[in-house]
Protein backbone atom coordinates (compact mmCIF):
# COMPACT_ATOMS: atom_id res chain seq x y z
CA UNK A 1 0.00 0.00 0.00
CA UNK A 2 2.79 2.28 0.88
CA UNK A 3 3.45 3.25 -2.79
CA UNK A 4 -0.26 2.92 -4.24
CA UNK A 5 -0.70 6.41 -3.31
CA UNK A 6 1.97 8.22 -6.02
CA UNK A 7 1.70 12.24 -5.40
CA UNK A 8 5.05 12.84 -8.22
CA UNK A 9 5.43 11.16 -10.96
CA UNK A 10 8.69 12.02 -13.03
CA UNK A 11 8.30 10.95 -16.65
CA UNK A 12 11.71 12.22 -17.90
CA UNK A 13 10.56 15.17 -20.23
CA UNK A 14 7.43 16.32 -17.54
CA UNK A 15 6.42 16.10 -14.12
CA UNK A 16 2.84 14.43 -13.14
CA UNK A 17 1.21 15.77 -10.21
CA UNK A 18 -1.98 14.17 -8.56
CA UNK A 19 -4.12 17.28 -8.16
CA UNK A 20 -4.81 16.73 -4.07
CA UNK A 21 -7.19 20.03 -4.64
CA UNK A 22 -10.16 17.14 -5.59
CA UNK A 23 -9.31 14.54 -3.10
CA UNK A 24 -11.14 12.48 -1.89
CA UNK A 25 -13.40 12.47 -4.71
CA UNK A 26 -11.50 12.23 -7.77
CA UNK A 27 -7.44 11.09 -8.76
CA UNK A 28 -6.47 13.37 -11.35
CA UNK A 29 -3.54 13.92 -12.94
CA UNK A 30 -1.86 17.40 -13.89
CA UNK A 31 0.63 17.63 -16.47
CA UNK A 32 3.61 20.45 -15.98
CA UNK A 33 6.34 20.45 -18.50
CA UNK A 34 8.01 24.00 -17.94
CA UNK A 35 9.23 25.09 -13.93
CA UNK A 36 6.52 28.20 -13.79
CA UNK A 37 4.12 24.88 -14.06
CA UNK A 38 5.57 23.58 -11.27
CA UNK A 39 5.12 26.86 -9.21
CA UNK A 40 2.06 27.58 -9.79
CA UNK A 41 0.99 23.60 -8.93
CA UNK A 42 2.73 24.60 -5.80
CA UNK A 43 1.19 27.81 -5.04
CA UNK A 44 -1.92 26.71 -5.71
CA UNK A 45 -2.02 23.22 -3.57
CA UNK A 46 -2.31 20.77 -6.24
CA UNK A 47 1.37 19.39 -4.50
CA UNK A 48 1.32 20.41 -0.66
CA UNK A 49 3.35 18.94 2.16
CA UNK A 50 6.61 19.89 2.91
CA UNK A 51 9.03 17.13 1.54
CA UNK A 52 6.97 17.12 -1.49
CA UNK A 53 6.87 20.56 -2.25
CA UNK A 54 10.33 20.27 -2.37
CA UNK A 55 11.39 17.23 -4.55
CA UNK A 56 8.28 18.88 -7.11
CA UNK A 57 9.85 22.08 -7.01
CA UNK A 58 13.73 19.73 -7.78
CA UNK A 59 11.95 18.53 -10.69
CA UNK A 60 10.87 21.77 -11.58
CA UNK A 61 14.69 23.09 -12.07
CA UNK A 62 15.35 19.97 -14.57
CA UNK A 63 12.21 20.98 -16.56
CA UNK A 64 13.80 24.17 -17.17
CA UNK A 65 17.01 23.33 -17.33
CA UNK A 66 18.39 25.12 -14.26
CA UNK A 67 17.84 28.33 -15.51
CA UNK A 68 17.97 31.70 -13.13
CA UNK A 69 14.17 32.35 -14.24
CA UNK A 70 13.42 28.64 -13.23
CA UNK A 71 14.78 29.18 -9.64
CA UNK A 72 13.42 32.36 -8.89
CA UNK A 73 9.82 31.26 -10.17
CA UNK A 74 10.02 28.58 -7.62
CA UNK A 75 11.51 30.17 -4.68
CA UNK A 76 8.51 32.20 -4.74
CA UNK A 77 5.77 29.81 -4.41
CA UNK A 78 5.44 29.30 -0.99
CA UNK A 79 7.56 30.78 2.35
CA UNK A 80 7.34 28.45 5.03
CA UNK A 81 8.69 24.99 4.08
CA UNK A 82 12.57 25.10 4.13
CA UNK A 83 12.62 21.49 2.09
CA UNK A 84 11.49 24.08 -0.90
CA UNK A 85 14.69 26.14 -0.45
CA UNK A 86 16.85 23.24 0.63
CA UNK A 87 15.98 21.26 -2.75
CA UNK A 88 17.03 24.29 -4.68
CA UNK A 89 20.17 24.87 -3.36
CA UNK A 90 20.70 21.38 -4.11
CA UNK A 91 20.12 21.74 -7.50
CA UNK A 92 22.38 24.91 -7.96
CA UNK A 93 25.38 22.93 -7.15
CA UNK A 94 24.24 19.40 -8.93
CA UNK A 95 26.14 18.55 -12.14
CA UNK A 96 23.42 16.30 -13.35
CA UNK A 97 20.15 17.80 -12.83
CA UNK A 98 17.98 15.07 -13.72
CA UNK A 99 20.10 12.99 -11.22
CA UNK A 100 20.25 15.27 -8.54
CA UNK A 101 16.32 15.61 -9.12
CA UNK A 102 15.50 11.51 -9.14
CA UNK A 103 17.93 11.30 -5.71
CA UNK A 104 16.33 13.97 -3.44
CA UNK A 105 13.06 12.26 -4.43
CA UNK A 106 14.66 8.44 -3.62
CA UNK A 107 16.58 9.89 -0.45
CA UNK A 108 13.01 11.30 0.63
CA UNK A 109 11.16 7.71 0.11
CA UNK A 110 14.21 6.10 2.19
CA UNK A 111 14.23 8.99 5.12
CA UNK A 112 10.62 7.90 5.50
CA UNK A 113 11.29 4.97 5.55
CA UNK A 114 13.98 5.00 8.17
CA UNK A 115 11.94 7.32 10.35
CA UNK A 116 9.09 5.35 10.42
CA UNK A 117 11.17 2.59 11.74
CA UNK A 118 12.82 4.53 14.63
CA UNK A 119 9.28 6.30 15.34
CA UNK A 120 7.41 2.97 15.97
CA UNK A 121 9.35 1.95 18.39
CA UNK A 122 8.08 4.94 19.76
CA UNK A 123 4.60 4.04 19.51
CA UNK A 124 2.94 2.15 22.60
CA UNK A 125 0.97 -1.07 22.07
CA UNK A 126 -2.50 -0.50 21.10
CA UNK A 127 -2.22 3.21 21.60
CA UNK A 128 -4.50 6.13 20.26
CA UNK A 129 -2.59 8.04 17.61
CA UNK A 130 -3.32 12.43 17.42
CA UNK A 131 -2.26 13.44 13.71
CA UNK A 132 -2.96 16.67 12.32
CA UNK A 133 -2.46 17.87 8.62
CA UNK A 134 -1.17 15.65 6.38
CA UNK A 135 1.76 13.91 6.31
CA UNK A 136 1.36 10.65 3.95
CA UNK A 137 2.28 9.56 1.13
CA UNK A 138 0.48 12.61 -0.33
CA UNK A 139 2.89 14.91 1.60
CA UNK A 140 6.15 13.63 1.02
CA UNK A 141 8.01 11.46 -1.87
CA UNK A 142 6.15 8.33 -0.91
CA UNK A 143 5.06 6.47 3.09
CA UNK A 144 5.37 9.61 4.65
CA UNK A 145 6.66 11.35 7.99
CA UNK A 146 4.29 11.16 11.23
CA UNK A 147 2.08 9.01 9.03
CA UNK A 148 4.98 7.15 8.07
CA UNK A 149 5.03 6.48 11.77
CA UNK A 150 1.89 5.48 12.05
CA UNK A 151 2.20 2.86 9.26
CA UNK A 152 4.93 1.64 10.43
CA UNK A 153 3.35 0.96 13.78
CA UNK A 154 0.48 -0.63 12.51
CA UNK A 155 1.09 -4.27 13.46
CA UNK A 156 0.96 -2.73 17.25
CA UNK A 157 -3.09 -2.46 16.76
CA UNK A 158 -3.12 1.06 17.08
CA UNK A 159 -5.89 3.74 15.93
CA UNK A 160 -5.59 7.23 14.66
CA UNK A 161 -7.46 10.10 15.95
CA UNK A 162 -6.78 12.47 12.23
CA UNK A 163 -7.93 16.50 13.22
CA UNK A 164 -9.44 17.59 10.29
CA UNK A 165 -7.27 20.58 10.51
CA UNK A 166 -9.15 23.80 9.44
CA UNK A 167 -9.14 25.68 6.86
CA UNK A 168 -8.10 23.32 4.40
CA UNK A 169 -8.92 19.96 5.41
CA UNK A 170 -5.87 18.18 4.59
CA UNK A 171 -6.80 15.67 7.83
CA UNK A 172 -10.04 14.79 6.46
CA UNK A 173 -9.54 14.65 3.63
CA UNK A 174 -6.24 13.54 2.80
CA UNK A 175 -5.16 11.82 5.88
CA UNK A 176 -8.65 10.44 6.42
CA UNK A 177 -8.45 8.45 2.65
CA UNK A 178 -4.98 7.69 3.16
CA UNK A 179 -5.74 5.40 6.62
CA UNK A 180 -8.93 4.47 5.40
CA UNK A 181 -6.90 2.89 1.80
CA UNK A 182 -4.56 1.38 4.40
CA UNK A 183 -6.74 -0.53 6.69
CA UNK A 184 -6.28 1.57 10.21
CA UNK A 185 -8.92 2.21 12.32
CA UNK A 186 -9.39 6.22 12.09
CA UNK A 187 -11.70 8.70 13.73
CA UNK A 188 -11.73 12.40 12.32
CA UNK A 189 -12.78 15.16 14.66
CA UNK A 190 -12.85 18.70 14.14
CA UNK A 191 -10.08 20.55 15.64
CA UNK A 192 -11.35 21.99 18.73
CA UNK A 193 -12.38 18.81 19.62
CA UNK A 194 -8.56 17.66 20.87
CA UNK A 195 -8.76 18.89 23.65
CA UNK A 196 -11.75 17.22 24.68
CA UNK A 197 -10.14 13.65 24.27
CA UNK A 198 -6.98 14.48 25.68
CA UNK A 199 -9.02 15.43 29.24
CA UNK A 200 -11.37 11.82 28.51
CA UNK A 201 -7.61 9.87 28.72
CA UNK A 202 -8.39 9.06 24.90
CA UNK A 203 -5.19 9.97 23.43
CA UNK A 204 -2.29 8.39 24.16
CA UNK A 205 0.43 10.04 21.84
CA UNK A 206 0.70 13.14 19.39
CA UNK A 207 2.73 12.63 16.66
CA UNK A 208 3.17 15.57 13.67
CA UNK A 209 5.18 16.68 10.50
CA UNK A 210 6.94 19.43 10.43
CA UNK A 211 7.68 22.99 7.54
CA UNK A 212 10.26 24.22 9.08
CA UNK A 213 12.52 23.65 12.51
CA UNK A 214 14.79 26.48 13.71
CA UNK A 215 18.43 25.74 15.33
CA UNK A 216 16.69 25.75 19.07
CA UNK A 217 13.80 23.05 17.75
CA UNK A 218 11.40 25.07 17.68
CA UNK A 219 8.61 23.44 14.47
CA UNK A 220 6.63 25.15 12.16
CA UNK A 221 3.99 23.07 11.26
CA UNK A 222 0.36 23.29 10.05
CA UNK A 223 -1.92 25.50 11.81
CA UNK A 224 -3.21 24.44 14.67
CA UNK A 225 -0.07 22.17 15.68
CA UNK A 226 0.74 24.74 18.70
CA UNK A 227 -2.37 24.29 20.54
CA UNK A 228 -2.37 20.64 20.27
CA UNK A 229 1.36 20.71 22.06
CA UNK A 230 0.33 22.79 25.07
CA UNK A 231 -3.41 20.45 24.95
CA UNK A 232 -0.49 17.33 25.27
CA UNK A 233 1.91 19.03 27.75
CA UNK A 234 -0.85 20.40 29.52
CA UNK A 235 -2.39 16.52 30.05
CA UNK A 236 0.93 14.58 30.02
CA UNK A 237 1.04 13.33 26.43
CA UNK A 238 4.36 12.89 24.63
CA UNK A 239 4.16 14.67 21.84
CA UNK A 240 6.33 13.98 18.89
CA UNK A 241 7.44 15.50 15.68
CA UNK A 242 8.77 13.83 12.50
CA UNK A 243 10.93 15.30 9.84
CA UNK A 244 13.72 14.34 7.70
CA UNK A 245 17.05 16.63 8.04
CA UNK A 246 15.58 18.20 4.92
CA UNK A 247 13.50 19.70 7.42
CA UNK A 248 15.89 21.44 9.60
CA UNK A 249 17.50 25.02 8.87
CA UNK A 250 20.31 25.53 11.08
CA UNK A 251 20.86 29.18 9.79
CA UNK A 252 17.89 30.51 12.42
CA UNK A 253 18.51 30.48 15.86
CA UNK A 254 14.49 30.03 16.52
CA UNK A 255 11.05 29.98 15.75
CA UNK A 256 10.45 33.54 15.86
CA UNK A 257 12.79 33.72 12.42
CA UNK A 258 10.50 31.58 9.83
CA UNK A 259 8.18 33.10 7.67
CA UNK A 260 4.38 32.26 8.39
CA UNK A 261 2.18 32.14 5.14
CA UNK A 262 -1.06 33.70 4.95
CA UNK A 263 -3.27 31.71 2.65
CA UNK A 264 -6.46 33.42 0.70
CA UNK A 265 -9.68 34.70 3.08
CA UNK A 266 -11.52 32.77 0.81
CA UNK A 267 -10.05 29.61 2.53
CA UNK A 268 -11.79 30.81 5.96
CA UNK A 269 -14.83 32.45 4.46
CA UNK A 270 -16.05 29.08 2.65
CA UNK A 271 -15.19 26.17 0.81
CA UNK A 272 -15.27 25.29 -2.89
CA UNK A 273 -17.08 27.87 -4.13
CA UNK A 274 -20.03 28.46 -0.75
CA UNK A 275 -19.96 31.18 1.10
CA UNK A 276 -20.68 30.40 5.07
CA UNK A 277 -19.11 34.37 6.47
CA UNK A 278 -20.54 37.47 5.34
CA UNK A 279 -19.00 39.83 2.94
CA UNK A 280 -17.21 42.74 4.78
CA UNK A 281 -15.80 40.53 7.50
CA UNK A 282 -12.04 41.01 7.65
CA UNK A 283 -10.12 37.35 7.81
CA UNK A 284 -6.57 36.07 9.03
CA UNK A 285 -5.21 32.66 7.48
CA UNK A 286 -1.99 32.37 8.65
CA UNK A 287 -0.90 28.65 7.44
CA UNK A 288 1.19 27.31 9.72
CA UNK A 289 2.09 28.44 13.21
CA UNK A 290 5.05 27.61 15.62
CA UNK A 291 5.29 25.26 18.45
CA UNK A 292 8.07 26.00 20.85
CA UNK A 293 10.88 23.29 21.32
CA UNK A 294 10.10 22.76 25.01
CA UNK A 295 6.68 21.01 24.22
CA UNK A 296 8.17 18.84 21.81
CA UNK A 297 9.11 15.44 23.54
CA UNK A 298 10.85 14.38 20.87
CA UNK A 299 11.77 15.06 17.06
CA UNK A 300 12.27 12.31 14.85
CA UNK A 301 14.29 12.06 11.73
CA UNK A 302 15.97 9.80 9.49
CA UNK A 303 19.52 9.64 11.85
CA UNK A 304 17.75 8.85 15.00
CA UNK A 305 15.26 10.54 17.74
CA UNK A 306 16.13 13.60 19.10
CA UNK A 307 14.38 13.91 22.96
CA UNK A 308 14.02 17.09 24.92
CA UNK A 309 14.97 18.71 21.56
CA UNK A 310 17.44 21.87 21.71
CA UNK A 311 20.15 23.64 20.25
CA UNK A 312 23.58 21.03 21.22
CA UNK A 313 21.37 18.04 20.79
CA UNK A 314 20.08 18.69 17.52
CA UNK A 315 23.51 20.04 16.25
CA UNK A 316 25.18 16.53 17.52
CA UNK A 317 22.61 14.70 15.58
CA UNK A 318 22.25 16.78 12.30
CA UNK A 319 25.28 17.90 11.24
O1 LIG B 1 -0.13 23.65 3.69
P1 LIG B 1 0.40 22.25 3.57
O2 LIG B 1 -0.66 21.24 3.32
O3 LIG B 1 1.54 22.17 2.60
O4 LIG B 1 1.00 21.94 5.01
C1 LIG B 1 1.55 20.69 5.27
C2 LIG B 1 2.00 20.51 6.67
O5 LIG B 1 1.92 21.39 7.49
C3 LIG B 1 2.63 19.19 7.02
O6 LIG B 1 2.36 18.85 8.34
C4 LIG B 1 4.15 19.30 6.83
O7 LIG B 1 4.45 19.82 5.57
C5 LIG B 1 4.83 18.01 6.99
S1 LIG B 1 4.45 16.93 5.65
C6 LIG B 1 5.36 15.53 5.78
Same mark, same amino acid.
Given at each position: ?5 ? @? ?5 ? &? ?23 ? %? ?14 ? !? ?11 ? #? ?11 ? %? ?37 ? %??? /? ?7 ? *? !? ?9 ? =? ?16 ? #? ?7 ? =? ?21 ? #?? *? ?17 ? #? ?18 ? *? ?20 ? *?? @? /??? &? ?22 ? %? ?12 ? !? ?18
Amino acid at each position: MADAVQ @PIRWKGD &RLELLDQRLLPEKTVYITCRTAAEV %AAAIRDMVVRGAPAIG !CSAAFGVVLSKGS #ADAYEVLAKSRPT %AVNLFWALERMKKAKDLEAEAVAIYEEDLAANRAMGKLG %AEL /IPEGARVMT *H !CNTGALATAGY =GTALGVIRSAKDKKISVI #ANETRPYLQ =GARLTAWELVQEGIPCTLITDSM #AG *HLMSRGEVDVVIVGADRIA #ANGDVANKIGTYPLAVLAKR *HGIPFYVAAPLSTFDPSIPDGS *HI @P /IEE &RPASEVTGYRGTRWAPEGVSVRNP %AFDVTPAELITGII !CEKGVILDPDKDRIKRLTS
